[in-house]
């Protein structure tokens, strides 16, 4: 021990920061993100700069907030010229692999103008997040009247027809669908079908699938130059429905009682309501659906824990627990029918909240294994994390997140005050049913530990709760006047925080600080009345005969 070697970055798609049995829910068993607990720090209070697939993700990967990257929903490009984890490890020796999704659409554009082929090293890079890629597969091969979702080639379809699955769609026919009384297709897209086993062979659904994937990635690399592997699950996201013996696991009785009120539909935000209206709101709140599809979900987890079981034998196995960081957490939450709503979206716990465990594998950390720490963290803090694990100096003036090693390491780091997210749903219906345009169609969230305050664009008043007196954020204050100043002080906070420098990433703030002055000592003199009012050296240039006197002819 004494060094980190590798860091293995788990992500699991639409985990909800309760849904783990170390985080304390009443039913759910998850023994092996238990046991990565006990090893590690689990984080309580972290949150996502944007609760929404590709957002989020992009801020993981630069370490940005989302109107720093621009990002800032699903299928918007990523810019060229935003700088990913791989460019700030590869300096350090460190290679940046992906296995599994990214959501990341390339900005197509930005390369062609820039003469960057997308099948040169540095092209496929641009394209996908920063990362070489082991195998990208972003799970979501569904087709639709005008084509398929995701037009690219889905290597894990691939794979399934090479293991005798006839159909030319698998992930939708076989892994994400099982088989009604009548022997036909029961779709995972339909919420009524969750409770069936998924048609499909439980070694070779996609959780397995792709922890067979990193073994192997981890097996070749062994010997190789250290690594970063971004390990992204496609799970425990939509559609709900899980292969057996996973989805008897858990039943109606295991499901905790929705966090709602009736009140929360009684003159509520327009934007709320807009948002509590979508089809999956409407279907999370029917009577019986969370019974239905909240036991898929659990076992959509149970099975990601159980094949987190096996990185974490392979590891011990080979030895490399010692050398090797370990990250578990999620791109956003689910809602699951809490506050009416299904998907994620807004800024409830439920939805911008998750997970977070740590272990580092270093004695230093050892103060601290099996701890919880409960400052409030942003996704974007785990960027500046991995470069510093790698013996990197953070990027202060690139990297917007903040290093979590002296929390790792039992100190009290100088933190900060408010926590900050952000949702562009202009690409949504929703937005048009609100007649507004697609600079409008935005919200801003700032948490500062009791207050969560969401800003609406467009001309809407704020959304306010108080997580002190009111924990499940039932009661919207944002139309109380008594709250004003609470409401006033918070969109200061907010508007402090939109001012930062966040476009200024070509040069840091010790370079800046280094140039104060210095165009004197390279001849640039202003204001200067005289040759006495200059040191010696720099009057020196300035001073002497010229070689001729052309005054003179």
């Given at each position: 021990m004494?060094?980190?070697?590798n860091?293995l970055f788990?992500?699991?798609d639409?985990?909800?920061?309760?849904?783990l049995?170390?985080?304390g829910?009443?039913?759910?068993?998850?023994?092996n993100?238990?046991?990565l607990a006990?090893m590690?720090?689990?984080?309580?209070?972290?949150?996502?700069?944007?609760?929404?697939?590709?957002?989020?993700?992009?801020?993981?990967?630069?370490g940005?907030y989302v109107?720093?990257?621009?990002?800032?929903?699903n299928?918007f490009?990523?810019?060229?010229?935003?700088?990913?984890?791989g460019?700030?490890l590869?300096p350090?020796?460190?290679?940046?692999?992906?296995i599994?999704?990214?959501?990341?659409?390339?900005?197509a554009?930005?390369m062609?103008?820039?003469?960057l082929?997308?099948?040169?090293?540095?092209g496929?890079?641009v394209?996908?997040?920063g990362?070489?890629?082991?195998?990208?597969?972003?799970?979501?091969?569904?087709?639709?009247?005008?084509?398929?979702?995701?037009?690219?080639?889905?290597?894990?379809?691939?794979?399934?027809k090479?293991q005798?699955?006839?159909?030319?769609?698998?992930?939708?026919?076989?892994?994400?669908?099982?088989?009604?009384?009548k022997?036909?297709i029961?779709?995972?897209?339909?919420?009524?079908?969750?409770?069936l086993?998924?048609?499909?062979?439980?070694?070779?659904s996609?959780?397995?699938?792709?922890t067979?994937?990193?073994?192997?990635?981890?097996?070749d690399?062994a010997?190789?130059?250290?690594?970063?592997?971004?390990?992204?699950?496609?799970?425990?996201?939509?559609?709900?429905?899980?292969?057996?013996?996973?989805?008897t696991l858990?039943s109606?009785?295991?499901?905790?009682?929705?966090?709602?009120?009736?009140?929360?539909?009684?003159?509520?935000?327009?934007?709320?309501a807009?948002?509590m209206?979508t089809?999956?709101?409407?279907?999370?709140?029917?009577?019986?659906?969370?019974?239905?599809?909240i036991?898929?979900y659990?076992?959509?987890?149970?099975?990601c824990?159980?094949?987190f079981g096996?990185?974490?034998?392979h590891?011990?196995?080979?030895?490399?627990m010692?050398?090797t960081?370990?990250?578990?957490?999620?791109?956003?939450?689910?809602?699951?029918?809490?506050?009416?709503?299904?998907?994620?979206?807004l800024?409830?716990d439920?939805?911008?909240r998750?997970?977070?465990?740590?272990y580092?594998?270093?004695?230093?950390?050892?103060?601290?294994?099996?701890?919880?720490?409960?400052?409030?963290?942003?996704?974007i803090?785990?960027?500046?994390?991995?470069?510093?694990?790698?013996?990197?100096?953070p990027?202060?003036h690139?990297?917007e997140?903040?290093?979590l090693?002296?929390?790792?390491?039992?100190?009290?780091?100088?933190?900060?005050?408010?926590?900050?997210?952000?949702?562009?749903?202009?690409?949504?219906?929703?937005?048009?049913?609100?007649g507004l345009?697609?600079?409008?169609?935005?919200?801003?969230?700032?948490?500062?530990?009791?207050?969560?305050l969401?800003?609406?664009?467009?001309?809407f008043?704020?959304m306010l709760f108080?997580?002190?007196?009111?924990?499940?954020?039932?009661?919207?204050?944002?139309?109380?006047?008594?709250?004003?100043?609470?409401?006033?002080?918070?969109?200061?906070?907010?508007?402090?925080?939109?001012?930062?420098?966040?476009?200024?990433?070509?040069?840091?703030?010790?370079?800046?600080?280094n140039?104060?002055?210095?165009s004197?000592?390279?001849?640039?003199?202003?204001?200067a009345w005289?040759?006495?009012?200059?040191?010696p050296?720099?009057?020196?240039?300035?001073?002497?005969?010229?070689?001729?006197?052309?005054?003179?002819?």
């Amino acid at each position: 021990m004494g060094q980190i070697r590798n860091i293995l970055f788990v992500m699991y798609d639409q985990l909800r920061h309760d849904y783990l049995s170390c985080a304390g829910h009443p039913t759910m068993r998850t023994p092996n993100f238990d046991r990565l607990a006990a090893m590690g720090v689990r984080f309580s209070h972290v949150y996502v700069q944007s609760p929404i697939c590709g957002a989020s993700r992009m801020s993981f990967y630069t370490g940005r907030y989302v109107h720093s990257h621009g990002a800032a929903w699903n299928n918007f490009p990523l810019k060229v010229g935003e700088m990913t984890l791989g460019d700030h490890l590869r300096p350090l020796g460190v290679d940046s692999w992906l296995i599994g999704k990214t959501h990341m659409k390339a900005d197509a554009e930005g390369m062609a103008r820039l003469g960057l082929a997308p099948d040169s090293v540095i092209g496929a890079r641009v394209a996908d997040c920063g990362f070489d890629v082991w195998v990208r597969d972003d799970g979501l091969n569904a087709e639709g009247p005008e084509g398929f979702y995701d037009t690219k080639r889905s290597p894990y379809n691939e794979w399934l027809k090479s293991q005798g699955y006839p159909s030319a769609n698998s992930w939708h026919v076989h892994a994400n669908s099982g088989v009604d009384d009548k022997g036909d297709i029961a779709s995972g897209w339909l919420l009524s079908n969750a409770l069936l086993p998924a048609n499909i062979r439980e070694e070779d659904s996609e959780t397995p699938w792709l922890t067979s994937q990193a073994l192997e990635f981890m097996a070749d690399r062994a010997d190789k130059a250290p690594w970063l592997c971004h390990l992204s699950y496609i799970k425990p996201h939509w559609p709900y429905i899980v292969p057996a013996p996973w989805n008897t696991l858990y039943s109606a009785a295991d499901v905790v009682p929705a966090v709602r009120h009736e009140s929360e539909r009684a003159d509520p935000h327009p934007v709320f309501a807009a948002f509590m209206n979508t089809q999956a709101g409407q279907a999370f709140s029917r009577d019986g659906a969370r019974e239905t599809v909240i036991p898929a979900y659990m076992g959509l987890i149970a099975q990601c824990d159980d094949q987190f079981g096996r990185l974490l034998d392979h590891l011990d196995a080979t030895g490399q627990m010692d050398s090797t960081m370990i990250v578990l957490t999620s791109d956003h939450g689910d809602y699951l029918g809490d506050h009416w709503m299904g998907e994620k979206d807004l800024f409830h716990d439920p939805s911008v909240r998750i997970p977070l465990i740590i272990y580092d594998p270093r004695p230093e950390a050892d103060r601290t294994r099996g701890t919880v720490c409960d400052a409030l963290v942003e996704a974007i803090d785990l960027a500046p994390t991995f470069v510093a694990a790698m013996g990197g100096k953070p990027a202060g003036h690139i990297l917007e997140g903040r290093s979590l090693i002296p929390w790792l390491h039992g100190e009290t780091p100088d933190w900060r005050d408010a926590v900050f997210s952000e949702y562009d749903y202009s690409g949504m219906a929703l937005a048009g049913y609100l007649g507004l345009s697609p600079r409008q169609a935005r919200l801003f969230m700032v948490f500062d530990g009791r207050w969560k305050l969401i800003h609406a664009e467009g001309g809407f008043r704020p959304m306010l709760f108080d997580l002190e007196t009111d924990p499940d954020e039932l009661v919207d204050l944002g139309a109380s006047a008594t709250h004003a100043d609470v409401i006033a002080r918070l969109e200061a906070r907010l508007a402090d925080w939109a001012r930062r420098p966040a476009q200024r990433t070509t040069i840091s703030d010790e370079t800046i600080v280094n140039m104060r002055g210095k165009s004197r000592r390279h001849g640039i003199i202003i204001g200067a009345w005289d040759a006495t009012e200059l040191a010696p050296d720099l009057r020196a240039k300035l001073q002497g005969k010229p070689g001729h006197d052309y005054r003179k002819g």
